[in-house]
């Protein structure tokens, strides 16, 4: 009976020590990420839940940025510009642009600057 007592402390040592070795490496990957985004407002508000959650709004593609018009003519030869629409919040714009090339439709999201990112935000490297 003492050892079966001592089998089972010792599987609940080593699940409960596990279990902290997790969350300490979770912590630690979060906080390396925190601390990277806090280097930039921009990051801290695109990463911000009710940015991601609200909507773009139809915009006339004659009022997109030059600077994203020229990115586009450049990376996306012979491509036309269907659709546009902007997210703003605290000065920040993303922009969305639907795009046809070949016949097929894409959605290209950008920052007022012409970085390509995700819909989010989150510029590419």
Not at 7 to 27: K, N, R, T, V
Not at 31 to 45: A, H, M, P, T
Not at 65 to 93: C, E, H, M, R, W
């Amino acid at each position: 009976m003492r050892k079966l007592i001592f089998i089972l402390l010792a599987f609940a040592g080593i699940f409960l020590f596990s279990e902290d070795i997790s969350a300490q490496q979770s912590a630690n990957n979060f906080n390396f990420e925190v601390e990277e985004v806090e280097n930039s407002e921009r990051s801290k508000l695109i990463l911000d839940k009710s940015f991601k959650k609200s909507k773009f709004d139809e915009m006339e593609i004659d009022y997109l940025p030059q600077v994203i018009k020229d990115v586009l003519s450049k990376d996306f030869k012979g491509a036309t510009a269907k659709k546009a629409y902007v997210k703003k919040k605290d000065g920040i714009n993303l922009y969305k642009v639907e795009i046809e090339v070949d016949g097929k439709t894409q959605d290209l999201y950008s920052d007022i600057n012409g970085n390509w990112t995700d819909q989010n935000g989150i510029e590419y490297i």
